[in-house]
């Protein structure tokens, strides 16, 4: 590039001013867009991510029926810390409670408290205690920081309690805990609090830990949890094996959630895959109007490109003068964009992690996302001109003497001209403006395009809106009832009677009574129930839901493959798509599988089809009858 | 070698080579153009030879031919057939970019229409092709383009812009470009042919000082009196040379 080239690149560039200025507007927007997205991203994952390792997940839970008291369960773990492949091991277990209302009646959300002995090293599933000092003394409770507006609460409160096996209890509040390996409580209307197993007695539960916490290595000597998710099954298996041979204790379930994944990780991901998507597709668009205009400003240097070789300039000067100009455009709007993305991102990215109940640490995205960035901004616009910029840089002197703004059409220009001329009803005006139109085909190709793609985009951002919204009536659709009573625990007397007694409510149309049991996939040959299930107990689960022969309530849902069960049917299971998927992803329609319902491990259910469900969560859903087909 | 050395050595009228030896040669030159209506031969059997510092005007009606040979000459058009050298290259020989440089070194090209770039003042228009071709060093660049404005007559206009400059002032910032590298041959496609009567003769003057100083003139003009500027007329009619005219 010679210093004349560039003055005149620079004049060029204040001559345009207007048409520059618009270009690194659009292409800044977009960066903006983009790189808030993906800093979101980068930032929301690194934190989610190291938020839920600070809490030092357990690899796998052993849960085991009946619990055993802590010194039988501290004896337990001390012999499996020798195991190979352990790094940690811990007992401990967990209740859910009922709290009472300042009415005097039951409220709607359950508090669910972890509990560890009081001299646990709290080395696994950890949490920072914001207020107060672990472990709380008998009688008291720290509660998790999203769960007091759920129940509305305050530290240094008294808060009444029942547990399954207890009567009315009170606790206090003695302080809050911050625990980023939960999901907030309202998100799941579920509130944690965590004691410590002295208060077991209080709460009328004897002092028994029916959960040991394992953390895997890949080897023994590593003190490095295990991200391969077969080997903690395997390991755990093998723990639960030696358990059971060498304590006599039995097995109820196993649960090995993903590994290093937070409970709401692939929420996460989608949600901001989904933002980044459109954030590209803006990218790509403005890429595309860059081009555009570029190509129209080319063009109009044509005629000069070609005095300039006609004097001696060979065709790499008119590149490099091109592509300069391009790059300053590209810089200029990069430049532009650089520091309202990371703005953005430091305030979006709390936004997300507040939804994903974690705190960020760290609002710099990661440095490898800068360059991404910087790369886009300057390499996008300069890929989507590159054809433009070699063309016209290749233009030759005669071409461009000859330039009079009209593509060489041949006779098919000619053609098309004279039929448009031939047009009865169209007027001199109009057959201009047609021709001027199909005047340079490069032109109208790209603002076809352009128009096109920012439609596509456009139609592309409504569909999904409309098409979630779609998801979300469906769902209503599906849910044909208007209340929807849990009961801890009734047996099936009771519950004809209740469902007789709720029928004769005034303003009670129809009840139907369901059951909704924890269920696993057992793959065939196992005894033993592994489940993906988090320590929430809710995350990661499939229940298996039970519905009465006559139900008016369900309608089935949409089938992927095979048949709705039929009436009075047995033996036969419809189960959801992300259950059959995670678990055994070879299943097909009318295989047969082998299910753990309530901790009972059943033989013989033919598999109806796979299809989806109104909760993503649950496999759905033999009718009563096949229930009492059920072995034992 | 056309280098700033010998450049340097060489006094304008040094560029006059002996006549008898031929800076260019034109043997059974055709061009044929594609257009809708079938292909359109402007150049039929063209045999040419020009001497070094021959002043030759190629005149002829319109659709004659006078601008397709002149493009021919200057590699602007390839010949369809036949042999074309200018300064000893065969042009259908070199590649379009090789083209360019080689136009920078050997051809001073002025345009009916100026054609001088408009966000460059005059100087730098006349620097441009010494920055293209770089053969004068870039710290004599503007001392030779303030040198050339003085030779054509407008060095007080050097640093304004083309569009603050007559018709005829242009023309001459666009034969002071044309001279920028020294070039032994100067092409004018109809010079004079946007200007007025005053400003057409001090152009048509300048050529032939600048022919007396040594360059090989080629002009292109419909003016029917050049004859007193000029040592040869070739007359071209439908593509054909109808008559070469020695003075």
Avoid at chain 1, 607 to 613: D, F, H, K, R, V
């Amino acid at each position: 590039m010679t210093r004349l080239l560039f003055i005149k690149l620079l004049r060029d560039l204040r001559t345009l001013w207007d048409r520059i200025v618009l270009m690194i507007l659009a292409l800044s927007i977009t960066l903006i867009m983009f790189s808030a997205v993906l800093y979101t991203w980068g930032i929301t994952g690194r934190e989610l991510s190291g938020a839920y390792l600070s809490t030092s997940p357990a690899s796998a839970t052993i849960w085991i029926k009946p619990g055993l008291d802590a010194d039988e369960m501290a004896a337990i773990a001390a012999e499996a810390h020798k195991q190979p492949g352990i790094i940690n091991v811990t007992p401990r277990t967990q209740l859910i409670l009922q709290v009472q209302q300042e009415d005097g009646g039951w409220g709607p959300n359950p508090l669910q408290i972890f509990v560890a002995e009081p001299d646990d090293p709290m080395q696994m599933e950890t949490f920072t205690v914001e207020q107060g000092n672990w472990p709380p003394a008998a009688g008291e409770i720290l509660i998790d920081r999203s769960s007091f507006e759920l129940l509305e609460l305050e530290v240094g409160e008294v808060v009444v309690v029942q547990a399954p096996n207890g009567t009315p209890t009170s606790l206090r509040i003695s302080g809050v805990v911050y625990d980023p390996a939960l999901a907030p409580s309202f998100q799941e209307q579920k509130a944690h609090g965590f004691i410590s197993a002295a208060s077991l007695p209080i709460l009328g539960e004897p002092i028994a830990l029916d959960a040991l916490k394992i953390q895997v290595a890949d080897q023994s000597g590593l003190t490095k949890p295990s991200r391969n998710r077969n080997l903690i099954v395997a390991t755990a298996r093998d723990m639960a094996n030696w358990m059971q041979q060498n304590y006599a204790v039995t097995i109820r379930e196993i649960q090995v959630p993903t590994p290093y994944a937070h409970p709401h990780q692939a929420q996460a991901d989608s949600l901001l895959l989904g933002l980044l998507v459109f954030g590209v597709a803006g990218l790509l668009l403005s890429a595309i109007l860059i081009a555009t205009m570029l190509n129209g400003l080319f063009t109009q240097q044509i005629p000069q490109i070609g005095i300039m070789k006609a004097i001696g300039a060979r065709s790499s000067r008119m590149l490099q003068l091109y592509l300069l100009m391009t790059l300053i455009i590209a810089a200029a709007s990069t430049a532009l964009a650089f520091v309202p993305g990371i703005f953005i991102s430091r305030a979006f990215a709390p936004v997300i992690l507040t939804l994903l109940g974690a705190d960020a640490e760290n609002l710099t995205a990661p440095s490898w996302m800068y360059l991404v960035v910087i790369a886009a901004g300057l390499g996008v616009p300069l890929l989507f001109s590159l054809a433009s910029l070699v063309k016209t840089s290749r233009t030759t002197v005669r071409e461009a003497l000859d330039y009079r703004g009209v593509d060489q059409y041949g006779n098919n220009a000619t053609r098309f001209s004279a039929w448009l001329g031939r047009l009865w009803n169209l007027d001199r005006t109009m057959l201009m403006a047609f021709r001027n139109i199909f005047r340079r085909r490069a032109r109208l190709l790209l603002s076809v395009g352009l128009l096109a793609s920012a439609g596509a985009v456009f139609v592309g951002g409504m569909s999904t809106m409309a098409g979630f919204q779609a998801s979300l009536d469906q769902d209503k659709e599906l849910r044909r009832w208007d209340v929807d009573v849990r009961l801890a625990d009734i047996d099936q007397a009771s519950a004809v009677t209740l469902t007789g007694l709720v029928s004769e409510i005034p303003g009670v149309a129809r009840v139907e009574e369901w059951s909704i049991l924890p269920t696993s996939i057992v793959p065939p040959g196992q005894q033993i129930i592994v489940t993906r299930t988090y320590p929430d107990q809710g995350h990661g689960s499939i229940s298996i839901t039970v519905i009465p022969p006559d139900s008016t309530l369900i309608t089935p849902p949409p089938l992927l493959e095979g048949r709705w069960l039929r009436p009075n049917e047995t033996g036969a299971v419809v189960i959801s798509q992300l259950g059959s998927t995670e678990d055994i992803p070879t299943i097909r329609n009318g295989d047969a599988i082998q299910l753990s319902i309530d901790g009972r491990i059943t033989v013989g259910w033919s598999l109806a089809s796979p299809s989806q469900w109104v909760d993503m969560a649950e496999a759905s859903s033999p009718r009563k009858p096949a229930l009492r087909q059920l072995p034992g | 070698m056309n280098t700033y050395r010998s450049l340097e050595k060489e006094t304008e009228s040094q560029h006059r080579q002996p006549r008898g030896e031929t800076i260019i040669d034109l043997n059974q030159v055709v061009k044929t153009y594609e257009t809708p209506s079938g292909p359109f031969t402007a150049l039929k059997d063209i045999n040419l030879r020009i001497q070094p510092g021959e002043f030759v005007a190629v005149v002829g009606k319109s659709g004659s031919g006078k601008t397709t040979l002149l493009n021919v000459l200057a590699g602007i058009d390839r010949a369809t057939n036949g042999i074309i050298s200018v300064d000893g290259t065969q042009l259908e020989k070199i590649s379009e970019s090789q083209l360019s440089e080689w136009r920078g070194r050997t051809i001073g090209l002025v345009f009916q229409f100026f054609q001088l770039l408009p966000t460059l003042t005059i100087a730098e228009n006349v620097m441009l092709p010494m920055d293209f071709v770089e053969i004068i060093p870039a710290s004599k660049r503007r001392t030779r383009a303030l040198e050339l404005l003085e030779r054509v007559g407008i060095a007080d206009q050097a640093d304004k812009l083309p569009t603050a400059l007559s018709g005829g002032q242009q023309q001459r910032a666009a034969i002071a470009r044309a001279l920028a590298n020294d070039p032994p041959i100067l092409m004018a496609d109809e010079p004079t042919g946007n200007l007025d009567e005053a400003t057409r003769t001090s152009v048509l003057e300048l050529f032939a000082k600048l022919n007396a100083d040594g360059h090989t003139v080629i002009l292109v003009t419909h003016e029917r009196d050049i004859s007193s500027y000029t040592d040869r007329q070739v007359t071209l009619v439908d593509g054909h040379v109808a008559d070469d005219l020695q003075r």
